[in-house]
Structure formats: structure tokens, C-alpha cells
């Protein structure tokens, strides 16, 4: 059977170990030299990017997220040992680990990091989408000939450079389409290579859980449960029409998978469709100069992402969350697609202000949306707003000014509320 040491990249016939290099990390399988449809998700990447920082914390249950009233962002391995998830309540991960160290979130090194690893993907193809700063599918279908190896071959060394390079482990989900390589990508981790073959791919799905398929939440798998479909299995004995008459074009696309069919491509240039940034207070407030501080805050935020990545949006939204959960989303469409922080800010406030219920809040959110390139953005002014153009100048000259000294050389007031 064809097998890959992942420490040295020999490729040999299944043996126990590596016969060149000893190494017990093998990887074999059947069709392991022809399958190039791939998912990589770093091993707890906010987290491993902190413990890669600071080796202080090697040891340690690490848990990146807010204060107690926020949720988990990441928790390293030994904290999800404890019980610790992603998108946790905090109260309820302390009482799991109370000996967690907890971290802010440091957005700015994670993007970097996460485009280190973007590029070292795009030396293998460039037929890479990612879905998050820390997972990808890439497709290295027809890049045999120009690399000299196969895609496992490539794949193995893309995690052994992230290693070598970046301090920082991925694990590997290889197989013929994109559901079933994010599905291998799970089976072995941390620092796993996975494959699901062809052959395989109906015996491996018929008794596994439908909660498997990705994007099938609590909601759909309430409804699943309730038609009595529990596992692939299930699924497989609903006629496609029957499906689709229940579930609409969930059904549709049920009837496929559940075949291990996906015909989706690997595509390097979906678009992004929002940028958004929220927090969680650590009390409920309905204080408006600490609301009106973090609408200025977050929309400095969404506005410094949107600068970065060349874009701006014609939709601003504002979101709030009340004490007892409800929520609610608030969107103003602009005459002029936007960057600035300013605009972001003035808009979403003015959606605050409409507001005549004085609640307290626990959270909020300000995010951007129908975007567009840059080029096209802020450009008319606002001819109700004499003084428009000039905050924008002076925007643009802080800007200049914290690319030169740090983010920190210049602030306004109101962020300090």
C-alpha cells in the first residue's frame, strides 16, 4: 500500500516506520497518491500563535476570548481536555478550567500570520479558498507535473513548514471533493493527515452521524431528527424528491452528500461579502457615552480591515444584543460605498439614536456590507455635510501618521470613553 513518512517525505510500501528516517508518522491509504482535493486547519491557531509567542505558556490551559461575559474564541488542546469549546460562555469554561490563563484576542498577528501560511499555500497551487484566517481547501489537481511529487507529498510538506518556519501545527484532509476533505481534516487531531478515498466513501459515511455535515446546525438537526434521520444511513433510504418536498434545497443537497457527492470547486476568489467586528461587556450597560464609545471603537476596527484589504461596503449595520438575549440588527444603506472610520461611525450612531427603548445592553456589533473596491468609495462627499471632506482628510492623515508611529500615536477622544 502506497505510504508517506510526514517528517521526511519518503515515499515506500507500508511498513511500521519510516525506512529512511525511522519516523513512526505515516501516513498510508490506498489512492493516497491520487486524491488533490485537500483541507488544512491549523491545531487551535489563535491559541498556538500565543504559546508560540510566549513558551511560557507551553504547559498551560490557554483560553483566547473576552471577559466573562464574552464567549471562547480558542482554547488550546489542554483546555478542551477540561471540556473548554469554541463559542463557550466564559463562566461556563472557568468553572470547566479555573486555572486557564485567559488572553485577548491579538487580531493584528494572527492576519499575519495566517497570510505567511496563505503564501506558502500558493507556492503549491493557487487554486486555494480560504474559509477562515486559520483553514483552507486548496486543489492541487494537475500539479504533480510541475512540483515532481503528488499532492499528499506537497501537503505533508506544507505542515512541516509551517512547523519548521512558523512554529505553528496543521492537520490535513485529503480526498476526491470538498466535503469530504473538510470531513477528513477532523478524524486525526491535532497535527493529523487524513485521507478518504473513493473506494471508501460510502462504507466510511453510512453509519456516521448526519451532524457531520458541515452547516447542519442545531435548527437542522432538530428537524432531521424529528423525520427520524440520525446518520447517513437514514438519509440514504429518502427518495431525492421526498427530501427536497421536506426540506426544500437542504433536501437537495442532503441526497448528494449523503452519497459523498459534492461538486463544489475549490475557488480561489470567493468573494467577502461583509467585514464586522463586536464585543461582549463584562456588565450590561445602557450608559451612551460607553455605548457611543464602542461604536466608535468597533467602527475604527471594521474601518482599519476594510483599509487593509482594499475594500468598502454600501451597507452599514449596527447590532445589539439585550439582557435577556434578544437581538437586534439595524442596516442603513449609503448614497457612497465607505472605508472610513468616521462615515462607519456617524452612521451607526445615528442608528443608536433612533432607538427610543433605553435597555441595557450585553452586546454590539458594527459591520460593513455590498462591498465594493476601493477605488470606487467615498468619493461624492456629503453636500449636507460641509465638514464631511475634511474630517476624511484628517482621517487619512492619522492614518499616515500611526503606519509610521504605531496605532497608538494618535487616538481620538471619544475612544477613551
Known sequence: MPALCRDCLTQFDTEPRCPSCRSPRITSHPELFELSIAHMDCDAFYASVEKRDNPDLASKPLIIGGGRRGVVSTACYIARIRGVRSAMPMFQALKLCPDAVVLKARMEVYAETSRAIRKMMEELTPSVEPLSLDEAFLDLTGTQRLHGVPPAV???????????????????????????????SDLDKPHGFSVIGQAETQDFLRNKPVSLIWG??????????????????????????ELIARFGSMGYRLWHL??????????????????????TFFEDTANDDILDGH???????????????QLAGRVVTLKLKRADHSLITRRLALRDATQMADTIYRTARNLMDQFEEKTAFRLIGIGISDLIPEEGADRSGDLLDPQARKRSQAEKATDSIRRKFGRDAIRKGRSLR
Open 154 to 184: 506537497m501537503l505533508a510538506g506544507l505542515v512541516r513548514r509551517m512547523k519548521t518556519e512558523l512554529g505553528l501545527t496543521g492537520s490535513i484532509g485529503l480526498s476526491h471533493n470538498k466535503f469530504l476533505a473538510k470531513v477528513a
Open 258 to 279: 449523503a452519497r459523498g457527492q459534492d461538486k463544489r470547486r475549490v475557488s480561489a476568489n470567493s468573494p467577502m461579502k461583509s467585514i464586522s467586528s463586536e464585543t
Open 295 to 309: 461604536i466608535w471603537r468597533l467602527s475604527e476596527k471594521v474601518s482599519d480591515r476594510a483599509k487593509a484589504k
Open 216 to 241: 447542519v446546525g442545531q435548527a437542522t438537526q432538530a428537524s432531521l431528527d424529528k423525520a427520524g434521520i440520525r446518520s447517513f444511513a437514514d438519509l440514504l433510504r429518502w427518495d431525492q424528491e
